[in-house]
């Protein structure tokens, strides 16, 4: 709601040198990638194309999984979330460091021991130097530095402007934007620390734990060890992230704490606070701007290339493999390039839908929580619990989506009541807005200042829209305990699966972890029956399935080379039909889909 009588500034705009600096950061990324895409002869195999060959080394792949999810979303939503209803939010550093620990520790090993190319290939198994180490150095560090810049361009200008950074934080306080450790075990209040520490730490370890983006970057090294600290470091990065854009939050603020922009009509949504601030007070110093608008678009292509990396894996692998399994990996690794193209133009389409959907921040995370939170309670079903079997599994994630959506959608009907701390806009002649009347600043003052009465005229709330009132930081895990919960009972009743003829590399070593001092009989026993002890066998016989595939994918191909080159013709495919018969008895006898093909 805007006052009446208020009208928008005249906002300063870009300058040459502004676009100078956009449109370098622009050339920058993609000549990178194109070319390390084509030096040394490309990407020929999908292993080189979506795993970098698994060469990759500890620090590109650290700067990689943190660059992956601090995206746009971040350089925009978390400074106007921290300016909106204050520092709460800012406490995800410490859900950061859990999720780390259970994201390396329970989660990444069952990935890394499996080598899987596809997050999802666990999902079947368990219920029914391509680029260059430099240039992934180079275009990551690029990334991420700019990202940087952008909010410490914001934070020391704005406290040059506003007096320093203590004289920020008294004003934060005084307008009751500074809050950690509210203990109120309210689930409707948006920002608690119940909410950000056990909410959060379900919706964070659905993205870094078995999220396919993140999984095929744990992939990408050699040792899982390695793995392991990449996602150590990238949960420093990340609380250094959080931290920087709480100040540019706490820092906009200061700066508009007599004169809120949304109020004033300056602009339309929470949002569009970063930009606004940044062509305030940094518009005087060509290219600053510029450098702004590159680190959120810097955050945004690092979230794509990774979404569109890690969807064409998918795709390729869970869709595609299964049924064309005769093709060779040239053919792969195009088909997966054709899928990037297409997955990209699906995104430039929900890049617009998104427009609509609110406050971007609220809305990421609440997606992460309404489809990822059923997504980690299946990986954590099969991975934790040996007895689930596949009907459990299936009814589990029906519930969960059930549950997620149902209170996910019901949220956008009846809007949760968020009280806000105050604003003002009695202050606005110090930014010199135009045709802005003492009445009009009087009305807004007194229509905005209060943020928990009562108004008549709003409709009367039924009590299931109490229901919808709970923390969007709530939707994971309430996916993760409906998706157990349900899945455990109904593989007790269909009946569960017996964990001793599981892999047992598809299950979590939990107890290893958090028991590794009690005595080898302990272990056992909570082991729950899963054979530990066989996983080098289950090693052995991949092994060897691996090498019979080889050897039948390079029959399938000597037989296509004869094919095209005229070898097998008239007489000639009498004299080798004696081999040919022998080469499909043998593939039939390995696998019975590679002999069908082979026929």
């Known amino acids: 709601m805007v006052a009446e009588g208020l009208a928008p500034r005249n906002y300063p705009l870009f300058s040459a040198w502004d676009y100078v600096v956009f449109a370098i950061m622009l050339c920058i990324s993609a000549g990178i990638g194109i070319f390390y895409a084509f030096k040394g002869g490309g990407q020929k195999s999908t292993k080189e194309f979506l795993l970098a060959d698994r060469s990759m080394s500890v620090p590109p792949v650290a700067m990689s999984l943190l660059a992956s999810f601090m995206s746009a979303i971040t350089v925009l939503g978390t400074p106007a979330e921290v300016y909106t209803y204050g520092t709460m939010f800012w406490m995800f550093w410490i859900t950061y460091m859990i999720m780390v620990m259970v994201s390396a520790h329970f989660y990444l090993p069952v990935f890394f021991d499996l080598g899987v190319t596809s997050a999802y290939e ?17 275009f990551i560090c690029q990334m991420v530095c700019v990202m940087l810049a952008g909010f410490l361009a914001v934070i020391i200008q704005g406290s040059i402007n506003e007096g320093g950074f203590s004289e920020i934080w008294r004003i934060a306080e005084r307008g009751q934007r500074v809050e950690f450790f509210n203990f109120d075990p309210d689930p409707r209040v948006r920002h608690s620390t119940w909410s950000v520490l056990f909410g959060g730490l379900f919706t964070w370890v ?8 993140q999984v095929q970057r744990y992939l990408s090294v050699e040792k899982k ?106 053919q792969y690794t195009v088909i997966t390039k054709i899928l990037v193209a297409i997955f990209g133009g699906l995104m430039m389409l929900m890049a617009w839908v998104s427009s609509y959907l609110g406050s971007v921040l609220q809305a990421a995370l609440s997606i992460f929580g309404m489809i990822g939170g059923p997504l980690l309670g299946l990986f954590t079903l ?44 009695a202050g606005c002649e110090r930014l010199n807005v135009t045709n802005v009347t003492t009445s009009a600043v009087s009305m807004a003052t007194e229509l905005f200042t209060g943020t928990t009465e009562a108004v ?27 998706v157990l919960i349900v899945g455990l009972i109904v593989s007790f009743l269909t009946g569960a699966q017996d964990p001793a003829k599981l892999d047992p590399r598809l299950i979590s070593p939990f107890f290893d972890i958090v028991c590794c001092c009690c005595p ?34 390079k029959d399938r191909l000597e037989l296509a080379e004869q094919q095209q080159n005229g070898g097998i013709e008239n007489g000639g495919i009498e004299n080798g039909g004696m081999k040919l018969q022998n080469e499909v008895k043998v593939s039939y006898s390995v696998n019975d889909d590679d002999a069908l093909t082979v026929l």
């Open 122 to 138: 666990y999902l079947e198994r368990r219920f029914s130097p391509g680029i260059r180490r430099l240039g992934s150095f180079t």
């Open 206 to 213: 659905a993205i870094f734990g078995v999220n396919q983006s």
């Open 225 to 330: 060890s390695r793995a392991q600290i990449a996602l150590y470091l990238n949960g420093f990065g990340l609380v250094v992230i959080v931290t920087l854009a709480a100040m540019c939050g706490l820092v906009m603020y200061a700066r508009y704490e007599n004169c809120d922009p949304i109020t004033a009509g300056f602009i339309q949504t929470s949002d569009q606070m970063m930009p606004f601030t940044v062509m305030e007070i940094l518009s005087y110093l060509p290219g600053i701007p510029g450098l702004f608008v590159s680190s959120v678009f810097a955050g945004a292509l690092s979230t794509m290339s990774s979404g569109l990396n890690s969807l064409s894996a998918v795709t390729l692998e869970d869709f595609v493999k299964p049924y064309k399994k005769n093709l060779t990996e040239a």
């Open 382 to 425: 099969g991975m934790f619990f040996p007895w689930a079997n596949t009907i459990g599994a299936y009814s589990g994630m029906l519930v969960g989506f059930v549950m997620t959506f149902w209170v996910g959608i019901g949220a956008q009907v009846w809007k949760p009541i968020v009280p806000k701390p105050p604003v003002s806009i």
């Open 456 to 482: 008549s005229d709003v409709a009367e709330r039924p009590a299931l829209a109490e229901l919808y009132n709970i923390s969007y930081l709530y939707y994971s895990l309430i996916a993760v305990l409906s």
């Open 520 to 553: 080898g009989g302990c272990l056992r026993k909570l082991h729950c029956g899963v054979q530990h002890d066989d996983k080098d066998a289950w090693d052995q016989r991949d092994r060897e399935k691996a090498a019979e595939a080889e050897r039948d994918d």
